[in-house]
């Protein structure tokens, strides 16, 4: 990071040059550890308009064995 400072000021590398260069290292960190260096996301509601969680559909316990039975290896 130094030599690119040092080398844009001595006019050695171009100034795109650089942001380009520091861009592409910006992105790999943040592909390689999101947690540190991605872009922080926040999900929340306002006073008018909170958010909520509601469940679509209850199922039945049917439906629920139906599921069971699609995980489990077919007997002979």
């Given at each position: 990071?130094?030599?690119?400072?040092?080398?844009?000021?001595?006019?050695?590398?171009?100034?795109?040059?650089?942001?380009?260069?520091?861009?592409?290292?910006?992105?790999?960190?943040?592909?390689?550890?999101?947690?540190?260096?991605g872009a922080a996301v926040t999900?929340?509601?306002?006073?008018?308009?909170?958010?909520?969680?509601?469940?679509?559909?209850?199922?039945?316990?049917?439906?629920?064995?139906?599921?069971?039975?699609?995980?489990?290896?077919?007997?002979?």
């Open positions: 990071m130094d030599r690119l400072e040092a080398a844009t000021e001595a006019g050695s590398l171009p100034a795109a040059a650089a942001s380009v260069i520091l861009a592409n290292k910006r992105w790999r960190m943040e592909k390689l550890k999101p947690k540190v260096y999900l929340k509601g306002d006073r008018d308009n909170p958010l909520q969680m509601e469940a679509s559909k209850a199922m039945t316990e049917a439906e629920l064995v139906a599921i069971a039975k699609r995980g489990q290896p077919a007997t002979p």
